[in-house]
Nanobody, 113 residues
Framework: QVQLVESGGGLVQPGGSLRLSCAAS????????MGWYRQAPGDRRVVVATITSEYNLRYLDAVKGRFTISRDNAKNTTYLQMNSLKPEDTAVYYC???????WGQGIQVTVSS
């Protein structure tokens, strides 16, 4: 079965950086489009960034220029590098296989001084 395991979250001060990782198994990773989503308390889940199997990238406007999505097909892993973090980036972040109902368990990112 498909499994997605996120890591790298935590507490960081405003202006700081974190890198999230999502290790995938149970699928031919290189053939799938991948995405990162986030959900803040009381809000709906929204897409933050996506990367296709052809390495086409898309970003939520609020994170453009600060976040970078990438993938390493040899490691079956997708990454989300988050720089210049703001308190409004605080949320649970989820890894997702695009166009399929496969989600990671979610990982907390808290930006606070």
């Amino acid at each position: 079965q498909v499994q997605l395991v996120e890591s790298g979250g935590g507490l960081v001060q405003p202006g700081g950086s974190l890198r999230l990782s999502c290790a995938a198994s149970g699928l031919l990773f290189r053939d799938y489009h991948m995405g990162w989503y986030r959900q803040a308390p009381g809000d709906r889940r929204v897409v933050v960034a996506t990367i296709t199997s052809e390495y086409n990238l898309r970003y939520l406007d609020a994170v453009k220029g600060r976040f970078t999505i990438s993938r390493d097909n040899a490691k079956n892993t997708t990454y989300l590098q988050m720089n210049s973090l703001k308190p409004e980036d605080t949320a649970v972040y989820y890894c997702h296989v695009e166009n399929h109902d496969y989600w990671g368990q979610g990982i907390q990112v808290t930006v606070s001084s």
